[in-house]
């Protein structure tokens, strides 16, 4: 199983960056899909994150701002970042969360390999 994200880049603070990644391999199931940020410094926090019944949960600092969403049937998470700050720079990385292979394969986590997002002030 692989993660591909996608997406970073540079942008003045204010704007807007969509962030996607795609799960490909053998997959018989996701529950979740999250994105995790790691600013220079600081340890990765969750950014947000959206399962399975369609429930979302998103850090209090970008609430309001960005927006998680998936293709269950294609296995793609978005991550849509409006009103960017400075302090939005990081490295991005995706998750699939609670990921069967097959029927009968233990669940497990998968990571992406991380995009950078820059925020000039």
């Known amino acids: 199983v692989q993660l591909q994200a996608s997406g970073g880049g540079l942008v003045q603070a204010g704007g807007s960056l969509r962030l996607s990644c795609a799960a490909s391999?053998?997959?018989?199931?996701?529950?979740?899909m999250t994105w995790y940020r790691q600013a220079p410094g600081k340890q990765r926090e969750l950014v947000a994150d959206?399962?399975?019944?369609?429930?979302?949960t998103y850090a209090d600092s970008v609430k309001g701002r960005f927006t998680i969403s998936r293709d269950n049937a294609n296995n793609t998470v978005w991550l849509q970042m409006n009103s960017l700050k400075a302090e939005d720079t990081g490295v991005y990385y995706c998750g699939a969360i609670e990921l069967r292979t097959t029927r009968w394969a233990p669940l497990q986590t998968y990571w992406g390999q991380g995009t950078q997002v820059t925020v000039s002030s």
């Open positions: 959206i399962f399975s019944g369609g429930r979302t």
């Open positions: 391999g053998t997959i018989f199931s996701i529950n979740g």
